[in-house]
C-alpha cells in the first residue's frame, strides 16, 4: 500500500536519546547514523531526520554536524522557561539556539511526571523556545488510567491547548502524540488510535492557530515505534512523523525507522 505523504509537511523521525550516550559515544553514533543513511541513498529532505542527546553531548553533535556537512537536525531534550539567571541546573533556549540546535523537546511525560511539570510550565517553556528561534516539540499523552476514565482524545487536546496559550502568532512548531502507556511499553498504539487522536489535535491547532499553520505543523506519534511498526502510523494522513525513544539508540533499527518508505515500496 502506498505511503500518503501530505506534500506541505515534511515526514520528521527524531530520536529522543533520552540519558543515553555519552559524548563520545554520541560523536561516533551520529557519525555512523549519518553516513549509513547516506550509503544507503537516504534523501534527507524527504524524511527529515533529528537526534536528542543529553545536554553534554550537543557541543560535540553541533561540531561534527558543521564540520561534515551532516545533514542531521539535533537539539536538545527540555529547555528553561527562563533566560538567564539564578536557576541552578537549567539551560538556557538563547544557549540551545547558539549551539545551533534546530529543535527542542518539551512537555515529555518523563518531564511531567518525574519532575512534576505542570500545563503552565510547559506552555511558559513553548513561549521561551519560539523566542530563540528554537521549534518546539510539543509532547502530549493521556495515561492508561486518563484513557480509561476520559477516552482517548481528551486529555491530549487540553495540554495542547494549555501548551499554546502563550502562542500568538502563527509559529513553527511541532506536536508528538505520545500516550503514556505506550511509551517503553513495547505496546504501541495502533495506527488508528494515533490517527484518531492526531486528528483532535490539528483541529486544536485549527483553533489556536488557524488553518493554514493547522495545515502544515507536524504531528508526530511516539512510544514504541520500531522498524516494524512505522509505516504504520505513516500511513495515516494525520501523522507526519515519530518520536522514537528506545529503538533510536539502535542505529540498524533507527535507520530502518527513518527509510520506513522503503518498507511499503515508495
Ligand atoms: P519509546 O519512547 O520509543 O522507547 O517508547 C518514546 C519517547 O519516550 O519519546
Not at 545551533?100 to 500545563?119: A, K
Request: charged share 20%; proline share 4%.
Amino acid at each position: 500500500m502506498a505511503v500518503t505523504i501530505n506534500p506541505r509537511r515534511t515526514p520528521l523521525i527524531a530520536g529522543n536519546w533520552k540519558m543515553n550516550l555519552d559524548h563520545l559515544q554520541a560523536i561516533a553514533f551520529v557519525q555512523k547514523l549519518a553516513w549509513g543513511l547516506k550509503d544507503a541513498g537516504h534523501d534527507f529532505t524527504a524524511v527529515e531526520v533529528a537526534v536528542f542527546p543529553p545536554f553534554t553531548d550537543l557541543r560535540s553533535v553541533q561540531t561534527l554536524v558543521s564540520a561534515d556537512k551532516l545533514p542531521l537536525a539535533f537539539g536538545g531534550q527540555d529547555v528553561s522557561a527562563h533566560d538567564s539567571g539564578a536557576y541552578t541546573g537549567e539551560i538556557s533556549g538563547a544557549f540551545l539556539s547558539q549551539l545551533e540546535c534546530q529543535y527542542v523537546i518539551i512537555g515529555h511525560s518523563e518531564r511531567r511526571t518525574l519532575h512534576r511539570e505542570t500545563d503552565d510550565d510547559v506552555a511558559a517553556k513553548v513561549t521561551a523556545a519560539l523566542k530563540h528561534n528554537l521549534v518546539p516539540i510539543i509532547c502530549v499523552g493521556e495515561t492508561a488510567e486518563d484513557l480509561e476514565q476520559h477516552g482517548p482524545s481528551a486529555v491530549p487536546v487540553s495540554q495542547l491547548r494549555a501548551a499554546l496559550a502563550g502562542v500568538t502568532n502563527a509559529a513553527d512548531i511541532v506536536v508528538a502524540y505520545e500516550p503514556v502507556w505506550a511509551i517503553g511499553s513495547g505496546q504501541a498504539a495502533t495506527p488508528e488510535q494515533a490517527e484518531q487522536v492526531a486528528a483532535a489535535l490539528r483541529s486544536v491547532l485549527e483553533e489556536s492557530l488557524g488553518q493554514d499553520v493547522a495545515g502544515k505543523t507536524r504531528i508526530l506519534y511516539g512510544g514504541s515505534v520500531k522498524a516494524s511498526n512505522i509505516a504504520g502510523f505513516m500511513r495515516e494522513p494525520n501523522v507526519d512523523g515519530a518520536l522514537v525513544g528506545g529503538a533510536s539508540l539502535d542505529i540498524a533499527e533507527f535507520s530502518s525507522i527513518v527509510r520506513y518508505q522503503k518498507h511499503v515500496g515508495v
